[in-house]
């Protein structure tokens, strides 16, 4: 089994930036990629980033050039560093441990989910 446990979500204003964190633990060989998803009231979850232990990288377009993936390999941990946040990304993020290999396949390891609010 793994688990997951995110951090960092929040209210933040328009044009702020949040960091989430999220820390895996347990069966970590069982995946090779982590990511992001998010679901806003009303909306299917939706990919917004993932990263592969060896560092590649994608995104939604609707985040391309203002979020971030990143991960310690070492602390098992991804981040999202999100700048330049709008209204629209308000939701409930959750953290995936999953494949990674041209796209990312999740697996059904999540997070509890954090709420990021953005008002305007």
């Known amino acids: 089994q793994v688990q997951l446990v995110e951090s960092g979500g929040g209210l933040v204003q328009a044009g702020g930036s949040l960091r989430l964190s999220c820390a895996a633990s347990?069966?970590?060989?069982?995946?090779?990629?982590m990511a992001w998803y998010r679901q806003a009231p009303g909306k299917q979850r939706e990919l917004v980033a993932a990263?592969?232990?060896?560092?590649?990288?994608n995104y939604a377009d609707s985040v391309k050039g203002r979020f971030t993936i990143s991960r310690d390999n070492a602390k098992n941990t991804v981040y999202l560093q999100m700048n330049s946040l709008k209204p629209e990304d308000t939701a409930v993020y959750y953290c995936?441990?999953?494949?990674?290999?041209?796209?990312?396949?999740?697996?059904?390891?999540w997070g509890q989910g954090t709420q990021v609010t953005v008002s305007s």
């Open positions: 990263i592969s232990r060896g560092g590649s990288e």
């Open positions: 995936n441990a999953g494949y990674y290999s041209s796209s990312y396949y999740p697996r059904n390891y």
């Open positions: 347990g069966s970590i060989f069982s995946f090779n990629a």
